[in-house]
């Protein structure tokens, strides 16, 4: 049991051989105020907490006794309510849910199923003395977000209460490129000017160059990307330089400067590999080389485009029984899969005649592989060395590869050829699936060819040297590969006009 304090003198005086007394009207009237207030005591039966709000307040059994920080009450025995319990009535909303432990998350199941929870005093780390309440509530509503790729990490029953009275919904990442949505990020770049206050406003063709990066960065044909985080960066970034040569309006240019400025870690990283590769002559730009392909990569979260020279070589077998594939390079899972994916191929042209090892090397890929992205270049560069063909060595090339020789999609195309431009390759080979998800600027394309392909006799056609064996082998791997001509017709339309969607 415990005193109420009030201002009033009178209330002091009365309440001092009081051992419990409780407030039951306050009112705000002025023609009330000055009434003395009715005090009644109070019999409570169980126990009494003292919970010191931020504030400094101090209320016991929800009634506000003092506002001096609750300093008669030892550390140990102070309660404060958490999220929860503030969010009670409410919404409680968690940004990466996946990074609440186990635990947590199972406690934050309980408070929603029971929607009341204890209030503790003590860290779970805490080797001290712990106070822990009565039940308090904390009905509330959950709104927790999170990535994909961490969803393994949250609860399974969480995630079963979260289906069975709620909703999952998975945001989109990118949006339909029309002028609708154009004049919305037209909206959102003069919203961040405003925001930052500092930066000029942009000018149309500021405008479109934006327009054309959130192309550009969606990587999906036909759409613009909504990770508007980053787009406020570049925004800013072309804002200060414009600030810096006194425009009074953001051009193309200033965005321009913007992109080399304001580029990523890993874009900044990659440029540092591709010019010291081309400085060692670890990949090469010109001639011709038996076994040796210019793969092209991604790194981080996509943006920045790498090239990835891939060697092969063909050794007496190790076994009597069988030839092997061995890959080194530092593979991930996916791209050890890709590498036996293509040996599949191999096994169709070549049958049981063929009996040696072949080696398969990723050069100097320190930062690791992964992804099936490199499978045509690991089929061309097998290819090469087993017949002893060449491969021209101004190409690049990626594409993933089925069983059956089919040439499929690949992520971060746009990327990985912008990365091959910079490098100095003449041709690109992509999935022609992919060519309408590229989107460079015209400076760019006028220095490069790019080329669609459908099948691998699409990519040996352009990527191997022109000779007599080159014809002889493409047959035999029409004929063992391919049934008839489902991937033949009209490759030389295909490769010899490509289309490209540029700004």
């Known amino acids: 049991m415990v005193n109420a304090i009030s201002q009033n003198k009178d209330l002091k005086s009365q309440s001092k051989n009081s051992k419990s007394l409780h407030l039951d009207n306050f009112v705000s009237n002025k023609s009330v105020v000055e009434a003395k207030p009715i005090i009644s005591r109070r019999q409570h039966k169980g126990y009494v907490y003292n919970v010191t709000t931020e504030t400094g307040n101090l209320f016991v059994e929800d009634i506000l006794v003092h506002n001096s920080g609750g300093l008669g009450t030892p550390p140990h025995l102070r309660v404060e309510p958490g999220m929860i319990h503030k969010a009670s009535g409410g919404v409680l909303f968690i940004d990466e849910i996946a990074t609440l432990s186990h635990k947590s998350q199972q406690e934050l199941l309980t408070a929603m199923q029971e929607k009341k929870y204890s209030i503790t005093g003590q860290s779970e780390n805490s080797s001290g003395a712990m106070t822990r309440t009565e039940p308090v509530p904390c009905d509330f509503v959950l ?24 909703y999952e919904v998975y945001m989109n990442v990118d949006m339909d490129d029309n002028l609708e949505n154009q004049s919305r990020l037209a909206q959102f770049i003069a919203q961040e000017v405003l925001k930052d206050g500092k930066i000029p406003h942009f000018g149309k063709d500021a405008v479109n160059e934006i327009v054309f990066e959130a192309r550009r960065r969606s990587d999906h044909k036909g759409k613009l990307t909504l990770k508007l985080r980053d787009l406020g ?19 193309r240019q200033d965005v321009f400067e913007a992109k080399i400025s304001a580029r990523t870690l890993e874009n900044q990283m990659v440029d540092k590999m591709i010019e010291t590769k081309k400085d060692y002559d670890v ?18 979260d996509g943006s920045a485009g790498s090239i990835i020279p891939i060697e092969a070589a063909v050794t ?51 930062e690791g ?93 352009v990527a191997l040297v022109d000779s007599k064996e080159k014809k002889e082998f493409i047959k035999l791997l029409s004929k063992a590969v391919y049934s008839g001509n489902d991937f033949l017709g009209g490759i030389k339309e295909k490769i010899v006009k490509p289309v490209l969607l540029v700004e």
């Open 283 to 300: 990949y090469l730009t010109e001639g011709k080389i038996v076994g040796r392909v210019n793969g092209l990569a991604v790194f981080g």
């Open 143 to 166: 709104v927790a977000a999170g990535n994909y790729e961490d969803l393994r990490k949250v609860h399974p029953a969480l995630r079963s209460r979260i289906r069975g009275y709620g």
């Open 316 to 366: 007496p077998p190790s076994s009597k029984n069988e030839s092997k594939v061995i890959a080194t390079g530092k593979l991930g899972e996916i791209a050890k899969e890709a590498v036996q994916n293509v040996s599949v191929i191999f096994k169709k042209i070549f049958g049981t005649g063929f009996s040696k090892d072949i080696h398969i090397q990723f050069l100097q890929t320190y």
């Open 369 to 461: 592989v992964e992804g099936d992205s490199a499978s045509v270049s690991i089929a061309t560069a097998v290819i090469s060395a087993t017949q002893n063909l060449e491969v021209r060595q101004s190409v690049a090339m990626t594409g993933s590869l089925s069983v059956r020789g089919e040439v499929l999609p690949v992520g971060g195309v746009s990327s990985k050829v912008s990365a091959a431009i910079k490098a100095g390759f003449k041709e690109i080979i992509v999935p022609k699936s992919n060519l309408r998800d590229i989107v460079v600027s015209a400076e760019e394309l006028a220095k490069v060819k790019i080329i669609p392909v459908s099948n691998l006799v699409d990519v040996l056609r």
């Open 233 to 251: 960066g570049l925004v800013r970034a072309a804002g200060d330089i414009a600030k810096e040569k006194s425009h009074s309006l953001v051009t």
